[in-house]
């Protein structure tokens, strides 16, 4: 899929959400699996946790686009332990790698890329789960979804590029 094909609008959308997502990698470069996993400020954010966490987050909200709000569930009736396990997109678990967490997120980007080259209309809507974050009988359209992603994205590339200063000093710019 080329963004040649794309209305501008669409071809916009992936652009953005493209640079976004690469800043949002490049922190990682040159990583090993250890680093990737330490805690460097008194957040409990570390770099493969946040990738986990954006690809995870991704994933979900592209399929509400599709499935609507019982693909994410009702965040009100979460239990302690759905939090817990929840927590866990947040943090490189044993066995994880860097690679396996960057491969997992390029195959969401793919998918979600895909979406929205294919996806009939962006003015589409669905009613938003179940949150305390959310108003309720609140509906956000395709569009509103995908700007949702590029702010989450790009919200976490800074705090990805935070992190990565206090490890080792690399910055993503400057």
């Known amino acids: 899929m080329t963004t040649e094909s794309l209305t501008d609008e669409r071809a916009d959308l992936l652009e953005m959400l ?4 690469h800043f949002l990698r490049f922190t ?20 493969g946790g946040l990738i986990k966490h ?4 991704e994933r979900n909200w592209a399929a509400f686009i599709v499935d609507g709000p019982s693909v994410m569930g009702d965040f009100t009736a979460m239990t302690e332990a759905d939090w817990a396990r929840r927590a866990d997109d947040f943090r490189m678990l044993p066995g994880e790698t860097l690679a396996g967490v ?14 929205v080259a294919t996806l009939p209309d962006l003015g589409a809507t669905q009613p938003l789960p179940k949150a305390p ?13 995908l700007l949702h992603i590029m ?5 976490h590339a800074g ?9 080792d000093g690399a910055k993503s710019m400057g």
Do not use: N, P
């Open 54 to 57: 954006v690809t995870a987050a």
């Open 133 to 145: 974050w959310f108003q309720a009988e609140t509906e956000w359209s395709a569009r509103r979804v």
């Open 28 to 47: 990682t470069r040159d990583l090993t699996d250890e680093q990737a996993g330490l805690r460097t400020t008194v957040s409990e954010l570390c770099l």
């Open 159 to 167: 705090h990805a590029d935070i992190i990565r200063e206090s490890l």
């Open 102 to 115: 960057l491969a997992d997120y390029a195959e969401v980007a793919r998918r979600t890329d895909e979406l």
């Open 18 to 21: 493209a640079k976004h997502r």
């Open 151 to 155: 702010a989450e994205t790009a919200q």
